[in-house]
């Protein structure tokens, strides 16, 4: 995790100095990276609750799922989040917002369905320790220059124009040195979001004292996952290609699977999160 | 956010909140102003709310809790019962007719649960106003503060007097100050 991190900020610190070496359009680029960076930052969560279709339901509407999650909140000493509902029969659910005060919880209505309340206690819980260990903001920042790389990286020609003649063989060098930066960083991304899922279901199965709930919950979410109709799957698919910018899509929220870490490898841990417990 | 704090959330360790229950008698003094102000009578019940968790020494605890109110009956007129709610959360629920001893006794098992290392899992305690209507004052062990909580229904409450107990009730007892965290409790049984 440290590791990941270090060689994340590494990766960032190369590219800005190969930017500053290059010396053109740095204002524009702090420009940018500052625009994106601001509005990821407030809007994300919004967008990504619109895109979805999730409304927000009040405590009168959802009185049970409200009540789970108070308790839950309370155990583990955070503010309450909001809660929202996606019309979906796709078993999923996903956490959004800056920080902790300002959070919402969603599931689809398929989750609810499914899962029986421990299984749904549990889910709620994981998506709960992704907000108290400030998850969005985490990846947030781990992604936006990875987004700045790609998108000067798609736009490379936009750049310097009018000085092409003095810094020919530099410009030649940009979309090369993005691009590179953008899939070393995507990939150590994907390793920090990994390790994130694996926290937050440590962080339910402390909060629930439960860890076998979480566990049949995966079981039965992945199983589920690959039973539901293909329409439903594309659906699912459309939203994700929805955002063309990658820092967006599947990382300034959690989908509880699309997050890499296979199912197998998280029942196992959440076993040994038992035994330890046991112990 | 202290540096711990900041150290938990990038590594993402989730460390909860311990119990404190310092400020729980605080509410056998509140009785008094219940009683003469309102009109009120403590129902000569109150509950303590937990959620069990996944180990045999939750098991043992739950058995040890049972012998020591076994024993507290035999001593005082008090009787008690066990019971799981709708959310899988288990209630001591004691009833006694003297309030010290009720709230004594809620204080026993929630210093047993917390020297057995389950604090972290009290959700709180509650003690029960009025014989026809339900008033009741919800004690938070996380953040050590009572709020009142006046149902109506299964899903509406009696806003308007809850304020009125916390205005008359602010300098007896420690009440949480953000209305925010006055969070229902749908279901008592109790």
């Avoid at chain 1, 490379?156 to 691009?179: K, Q, T, Y």
């Amino acid at each position: 995790m440290a590791l990941t991190l270090f060689l994340l900020a590494l990766v960032y610190l190369l590219f800005v100095g190969f930017l500053v070496m290059l010396d053109v359009g740095t204002l524009l680029i702090l420009a940018i990276v500052g625009a994106i960076l601001l509005v990821q930052y407030f809007f994300s969560d919004r967008m990504v609750l619109s895109t979805m279709g999730a409304r927000l339901v009040s405590e009168e509407t959802e009185p049970h799922l409200y009540q789970v999650l108070t308790r839950l909140s309370s155990i583990a000493g955070m503010p309450r989040p909001r809660l929202a509902i996606v019309n979906s029969p796709v078993p999923n659910a996903f956490a959004t917002g800056r920080n902790p005060s300002r959070s919402v919880v969603t599931v689809t209505t398929g989750l609810v369905r499914i899962l029986n309340p421990d299984e749904l206690e549990a889910v709620i819980a994981h998506e709960l320790s992704h907000i108290r260990n400030h998850d969005v903001v985490v990846i947030t920042l781990a992604t936006f220059l990875s987004t700045i790389a790609f998108t000067i990286f798609r736009n490379w020609f936009l750049f310097g124009i009018g000085d092409r003649d003095r810094r020919a063989s530099s410009l030649m060098l940009l979309p090369l040195v993005a691009g590179t930066t953008w899939v070393v960083s995507h990939l150590l991304i994907l390793a920090l979001s990994r390790y994130r899922e694996f926290t937050a279901d440590r962080g339910s199965a402390v909060i629930t004292g439960r860890p076998s709930h979480l566990a049949s919950a995966l079981a039965k979410i992945s199983g589920l996952m690959e039973r539901v109709p293909r329409r439903d799957l594309r659906e699912v698919e459309g939203m994700n290609a929805f955002f063309i910018i990658p820092a967006i899509s599947g990382s300034s929220f959690f989908n509880l699977l699309s997050t890499h870490p296979p199912v197998e490898a998280r029942i196992a841990a959440l076993v040994r999160i038992e035994q330890e417990m046991e112990a | 956010m202290g540096l711990r704090d900041l150290l938990d959330a990038v590594l993402g360790t989730t460390r909860l909140p311990e119990a404190d229950s310092d400020r729980l008698f605080a509410i056998s003094t509140a009785v008094v102003t219940m009683q003469t102000s309102l009109d009120l009578e403590p129902s000569g019940s109150a509950g303590l709310c937990f959620k069990p968790i996944e180990s045999s020494g939750s098991a043992a605890v739950r058995a040890e809790i049972e012998d020591l109110l076994n024993i507290t009956a035999r001593e005082t007129s008090s009787a008690f019962r066990i019971v799981t709610d709708a959310y899988h959360f288990n209630w001591v629920i004691l009833e006694d007719p003297d309030f010290e001893d009720l709230v004594s006794g809620i204080h026993i098992v929630s210093q047993t649960l917390i020297e057995r290392g389950l604090g972290a899992y009290l959700l709180c305690a509650v003690f029960r106003f009025g014989r026809d209507r339900r008033v009741y004052w919800i004690y938070n062990f996380k953040q050590g503060r009572y709020y009142p909580f006046v149902p109506l229904s299964d899903s509406t409450r009696d806003a308007a007097f809850e304020f009125r107990l916390r205005s008359l009730l602010e300098r007896e007892l420690p009440i949480e100050n953000e209305v925010e965290r006055w969070y229902p409790l749908w279901g008592i049984p109790l």
